[in-house]
């Protein structure tokens, strides 16, 4: 069975750059033109009332790309399968505020010590226009916490420019089921390239990425005029449903708490559906994901992948 990669974004402080951007006008990562679409992979979260729905077969669902039915080639739903992770860490100045690097901490320690025989984890960091690998794939839990607790906050914020980068960390991880998670208060005033570039590379690459927005706030509040309080929140919470991951604002304790309980259970009880694309055009192609029975369950999954059709039609 094949399963689904995860990554882990998170901010924090400065370290030598792997990447950094010297050019007065540089291009989106070269990942984007390096991805090659020949199978798709759809990671799928059923949540049913306040649980998950754990025993589905592949005859329970129903995938659609471009409104039409595709046929579900692999199907996979096993919750031990170990995750190669990465925490993409926000290292810029804004994070020296209202402990916001002791959260992600936080979030390191918490990840680390629910972690299962065969799981590996990386940590990334950005700040001052440059990202690098703090910690490359290990299984050795112990470098990873020490590593958090040298973080310092530095420089301006290139968010964007940082997570254009998650294919190039994410690919030398070991494990099929990977995972991305960003963890930052969403500040941004020194990318080069777009959110929606940035966006579009993530989910060409097929990396569910989840987001603690730290302080960022509800993409959905507005004053009484009808106009957006926090003008964060609406890209990071379209990074996150665009990849199959979830958006959380982190205000106080108890929300990091529940976020992190509802992230790590939806890591673990995904199923993952795959086709293969055939031939025709490349270009951007809505997926829907629908579950037979209970109209009430909720569904997450990912939106869409740029490419050719699916190679064999559904019924």
């Known amino acids: 069975m094949t399963a689904i990669p995860l990554v882990f974004l998170l901010a924090a402080t400065a370290v030598p750059a792997v990447h950094a951007w010297q050019e007065p006008e540089p291009q989106p990562p070269a990942f984007e033109d390096q991805v090659s679409v020949g199978y798709v ?10 649980g998950y729905a754990k025993n589905l077969d592949e005859d329970d669902f129903r995938l659609l790309v471009d409104d039409r039915p595709a046929k579900i080639e692999s199907f996979e739903r096993r919750a031990e399968a170990p995750a ?4 993409l860490q926000d290292l810029s100045g804004s994070m020296a505020n209202a402990g916001r690097l002791d959260v992600s901490r936080e979030v390191i320690n918490f990840f680390t010590g629910k972690a299962l025989p065969g799981d590996e984890f ?3 960091t950005f700040a001052g226009g440059d990202v690098g690998v703090e910690v490359p794939f290990t299984a050795d839990l112990t470098v990873l916490r020490e590593s ?3 973080w310092t906050a530095w420089g301006t914020t290139a968010l964007h420019d940082a997570v254009a980068w998650l294919p190039d960390v994410s690919i030398s991880g070991k ?3 990977r995972f991305a998670l960003l963890i930052t208060d969403g500040v941004d005033n020194a990318s080069k390239i777009t959110p929606e570039q940035a966006r579009e590379i993530v989910q060409k690459s097929q990396l569910p990425t989840y987001v ?3 302080g960022s706030g509800n993409p959905y509040e ?8 926090y003008r964060y929140a609406d890209v990071l919470s379209l990074l996150a449903t665009a990849t199959g991951g979830r958006y959380f604002s982190i205000s106080r304790p108890e929300d990091l708490n529940e976020a992190l309980t509802v992230i790590l259970e939806d890591l673990r009880q995904q199923y993952v559906l795959g086709f293969a694309t055939g031939d025709g055009p490349s270009r951007f192609r809505r997926v829907q994901v629908e579950v037979k029975g209970d109209s009430r369950r909720s569904i ?3 939106r869409g992948y740029k490419g050719p059709p699916p190679a064999t039609p559904g019924g």
Do not use: H, M, W, Y
Request: proline share 5%; aromatic share 6%; glycine share 8%.
């Open 212 to 214: 603690l927005g730290l």
């Open 122 to 124: 990386a940590i990334a």
């Open 222 to 229: 507005l004053t009484e005029q009808g106009e957006k309080i």
């Open 300 to 302: 997450v999954f990912r």
């Open 148 to 150: 958090s607790q040298a």
């Open 84 to 87: 190669s992770v990465v925490f």
């Open 175 to 177: 494990n099929p089921k």
């Open 41 to 50: 992979l759809v990671p799928v979260v059923v949540r049913a009332g306040a």
